[in-house]
């Protein structure tokens, strides 16, 4: 009877843990972490790269309103895991987006500060794999609207931005 009991325990316990999920989206996640990983070699850190995890930490705490912009360890899974889709931007590209990004979150900050750390933040890589998840079914690519993942930044953290 006592066996009975532990086996249904476990059996109820392993089905209460199970969440379905789109396999295909695990697997192209899973790919974008391992590319992102080839930065994880990296023993020391350029001039340009801490500049820009220095930028970042600056933005994190001088957002309008918090958890819009900060770091976590890299790899873990966020809470819009699995995201909808990924796109990939050149240094610049991303440079353009958080140019937008401080002049929309940061208004305590001068416009001359905006701009040093806009651009100081986007010299870690020269690309940036982005994860999206949207806020609602209306948002599309390109919108800015929702959460961006920038996964394994450098292989040191990931960068979550909410829009």
């Known amino acids: ?83 909808e889709t990924s796109i990939t931007l050149s240094q610049d590209e991303f440079q353009l987006a958080m140019q937008e990004f401080v002049n929309r979150n940061c208004k305590k900050l001068t416009t001359e500060e905006r701009n040093q750390l806009a651009a100081a933040s986007s010299l870690a890589q020269e690309e940036y794999t982005v994860l999206i998840c949207f806020y609602n079914s209306n948002s599309k690519i390109g919108s800015n609207e929702g959460t961006w993942i920038i996964p394994s930044m450098l292989g040191r953290r990931d960068v979550v931005i909410e829009w």
Request: aromatic share 12%; charged share 15%; hydrophobic share 35%.
């Open 1 to 83: 009877m006592m066996k009975l009991i532990l086996l249904l325990s476990i059996f109820f316990c392993f089905l209460i843990s199970c969440t379905p999920f789109n396999e295909k989206k695990q697997e192209q996640v899973n790919i974008i972490y391992h590319q992102a990983s080839k930065y994880s070699n990296i023993s020391e850190l350029s001039a340009e790269q801490n500049a820009a995890f220095d930028a970042l930490n600056t933005l994190q705490v001088n957002t309008d309103h918090s958890s819009q912009l900060y770091s976590t360890f890299p790899g873990l899974e966020h809470e819009c895991y699995p995201p």
